[in-house]
């Protein structure tokens, strides 16, 4: 085995190591299989603390997965995998997590697996080539979990629709890489201070997952804003996401969905979240910021699992019974033996007989009726009994028990019906017209006589018999030749001239003596010429020899007809048929017009300010005339206070002409903030490109961290995390050598002295 490297060494397991926890001990083992079976009851199941493991994997590099108390193999629930930072372990991982109350809290399976050891060794998963194979070793860690994934799924209810992975800074990058080359059977990654590659074209497209990306601001580590370890260079947590989700199709621009907590135990809400939306794919992508975070922040009891899972599982839905059937669309959620309920009766379709029939489960003698409808389940050949007699309908001689043989009995179910005198359908005991005539007995005045019904006139005889019916004195015959009706007594012909002959067949309606072959008006024995032609008797027309007028209402001299104001004596004319008459129209040729309120020589109608006579026009409907609007064309604008060209709605700062636009809202102009899109910055006084206020340096350009605090930037510090060491110490090696050499030359020295 070559020499390692003294510096790399170092860096590695400084950047990797987490604080060692105590591995828990005090779970049982179960490598056996459990089944559904007929003796469950279809019950929800009360998972418990009382935790279950097993060991998957191969014999070399056993991973522990980690099941809740009752949990029923054939009864999937969702897997969270969960990935150790460099020299760490799974079950270490998972104390850090919080992840062991979870399995059974947040009801799901827990994997724990561990990365092989290096020549240092230093446990690590090949995820990226910059993080962590310093070695190069021959591992494929995919293939292994991959294969830990698929063994988990098919021999311990792994539900495949809910594979989640998690990890911490080397596991983090292994998420990323299971996303990128296993991306079909996971769900969700939530990674941890942890990215993906430098080069996005290395990750392979094998699916879409929802990704989760989790990095802390302060991390000196893996740096939020990206670098390099043993000179393999690592993309930024922003670069991450986006890489993410331009591959998605999302928004090329993120959303952000507030704060929330999910370190420490300040109650401060430090980490903020924004989201990727509109992904193409359907998937999600996402980045959490932990203001301030480390590398290795201390995480929430239980903040950490029960919200990156809530995230990670967000529209999952379960298959509580394993039957296939996810429970949204699953009538009997708790029982793998049924799905369906086409009818709704509470009986799955798989046992149900009748799947169509709600009253009805079972059909024991197969002859198509169910229960409780077959009263004879027993007995393919009956299955009513009318009479209730114990005697099915099918072998029954009376089925109604009347005593009239069905052979007889026109109503063999009806025990109060057996005959039908008028073959209407209707019984005789309850026919409400017994002749069949079609009026009820109560109404009927002949009852019994199908030929009447009726005496109008109340003379005794039937309205069908009775030449007068109404006895208005006109015979039915005469009526109806007159069109009117006999049955009415209000219904009379009409006769003008009361000659007992109706106008319909009189020669001379009106009685003037001019018969209706003459006259012009037969029905008016006022008129009976029109010189006009106009349809108005001359003797009753104003114009007798204009045929387009007759009757002048207002007396101005115009006839109604050509009178456009045919009731108001002082108009007669409407030029532009606007309903206002010329000699009170403002604008008697514009039908648009006619009312000039402020007399500015523009019509209210179309006078946006019909009381101003200094405006008449607002262009962009913003309610300031475009005479005194300052943006005429700009609804949303119409003052600039100080005359930089920008309306005062829109401008961050209306009263100073150098300054419009605050884009990241800190207070400070764009022109002269110097980190224009970052709030949390504005000056930079030493020039070094990081803001004062992040500058642990602001005035030395040579520095910006001091990761231990020592006063001594991490630039120059020898030991940038070591509080008590800022200088390279001293040699004692070297200087034990010069201290032996020296003793020994004194040595010779003196033997050499005694000699002579």
């Known amino acids: 085995m070559g020499r390692v490297p003294r510096a790399l060494l170092l860096v590695s397991l400084m950047l990797f190591s987490l604080v060692p926890l105590s591995e828990s001990s005090e779970l049982s083992e179960e490598n056996g299989r459990a089944y559904w079976t007929g003796s469950d009851t279809g019950s929800k199941i009360d998972y418990t603390d009382e935790h279950t493991t097993a060991a998957l994997g191969p014999s070399d590099r056993l991973a522990t997965l980690y099941m809740p108390g009752g949990h029923d193999y054939s009864r999937p629930l969702p897997l969270v995998v969960a990935l150790h930072g460099y020299t760490s372990s799974g079950s270490i991982n998972a104390v850090y997590m919080n992840m062991y109350d979870s399995v059974h809290e947040n009801e799901h399976l827990l994997l724990t697996p561990n990365g092989k050891f290096n020549i240092i060794g230093a446990r690590y998963w090949n995820a990226t080539d910059a993080c962590c194979n310093y070695f190069n070793d021959n591992v494929d860690d995919v293939g292994y979990l991959v294969g830990l994934i698929n063994e988990a799924i098919q021999n311990y209810g792994a539900d495949p629709d809910g594979i989640v992975v998690t990890g911490i800074s080397n596991g983090g990058f292994m998420s990323h890489r299971l996303a990128c080359d296993a991306g ?7 990674p941890l201070n942890g990215v993906t590659w430098d080069d996005f074209s290395e990750c392979n497209d094998t699916g879409r997952p929802d990704i989760l990306h989790v990095h802390g601001t302060s991390d000196a580590v893996i740096w939020y804003e990206g670098g390099s370890l043993a000179g393999n260079s690592y993309p930024s947590a922003n670069e991450t996401v986006n890489y993410w989700a331009d591959r998605s199709g999302c928004n090329t621009y993120w959303t952000y969905l507030g704060s929330r907590d999910i370190t420490g135990e300040d109650g401060l809400q430090e980490t903020d979240e924004f989201e990727f939306r509109n992904c193409a794919s359907g998937n999600r992508v996402a980045l959490w910021r932990i203001n301030g975070g480390s590398h290795v922040p201390l995480l929430n009891d239980p903040g950490w699992a029960d919200q990156t899972l809530e995230w990670a599982l967000d529209g999952f839905v379960r298959d509580s019974d394993g039957d296939g059937y996810r429970d949204d669309v699953d009538a009997f959620i708790y029982n793998p033996d049924e799905w369906t309920d086409a009818d709704g009766d509470g009986w799955g379709d798989n046992i149900d007989d009748c799947d169509l029939d709600p009253t009805g489960y079972e059909d024991a003698d197969g002859d198509g009726i169910c229960v409780p409808n077959d009263l004879f389940p027993n007995n393919p050949n009956e299955w009513a009994d009318a009479d209730g007699d114990g005697i099915g309908d099918r072998s029954d001689a009376d089925d109604d028990n009347d005593g009239v ?30 002749d069949g005539d079609g009026w009820e007995d109560s109404v009927d005045a002949f009852p019994l006589d199908p030929n009447e019904h009726s005496d109008n ?17 006109w015979t039915d015959e005469d009526e109806l030749s007159c069109m009117t009706d006999p049955m009415d007594e209000n219904s009379e012909p009409l006769d003008t001239d009361s000659d007992w002959v109706c106008d319909l067949m009189d020669d001379d309606d009106d009685g ?25 008797g001359d003797n009753a027309d104003e114009f007798p020899t204009d045929d387009t007028e007759w009757e002048d209402s207002d007396g101005d ?3 109604d007809n050509s009178d456009a104001f045919p009731d108001n004596p002082l108009e007669w004319l409407d030029t532009d048929g606007d309903g206002i008459g010329d000699n009170s129209d403002a ?23 019909p009381e101003d006579p200094s405006e008449t026009t607002d262009t962009d409907g913003d309610g300031y005339g475009d005479n005194s609007d300052a943006f005429p064309e700009d609804g949303s604008e119409w003052i600039d206070t100080d005359g930089d060209g920008y309306g005062d709605n829109s401008d961050a700062f209306p009263e100073i002409a150098s300054e419009w636009a605050d884009t990241d809202g800190d207070g400070v102009g764009d022109n002269i903030d110097v980190f224009p899109t970052d709030s949390s910055e504005w000056i930079d006084t030493d020039g070094d490109g990081v803001g004062d206020n992040s500058d642990a340096f602001p005035m030395d350009a040579s520095e910006t961290q001091d990761s231990d605090g020592d006063g001594v930037g991490d630039n120059a510090d020898y030991a940038p995390f070591d509080s008590e060491v800022w200088e390279e110490p001293p040699d004692y090696t070297l200087i034990a050598l010069v201290g032996i050499v020296v003793m020994l030359v004194v040595a010779v020295a003196y033997t050499g002295r005694r000699q002579a």
């Open 587 to 609: 604008f008697p040729e514009d039908g648009s017009e006619w009312v000039d309120t402020d007399s500015d020589g523009v019509g209210d109608n179309s006078d946006a300010f």
């Open 457 to 473: 006139d109340g003379d005794g005889t039937g309205d069908n018999e009775d030449f007068d019916d109404d006895n208005d004195g």
């Open 405 to 434: 043989a069905d052979y007889y009995d026109v109503f063999p179910l009806d025990s109060s019906e057996w005959d039908d005198t008028d073959g209407d359908g209707i019984g005789d005991n309850a026919d409400t017209d017994d």
């Open 512 to 536: 003037d003596g001019s018969p209706d072959s003459e006259d012009l008006f037969p029905l008016d024995p006022s008129d009976w010429a029109d010189a006009d032609e106009d349809g108005i």
């Open 184 to 190: 079909n059977m996971i769900r969700a990654i939530v």
């Open 557 to 559: 001299g115009y006839g």
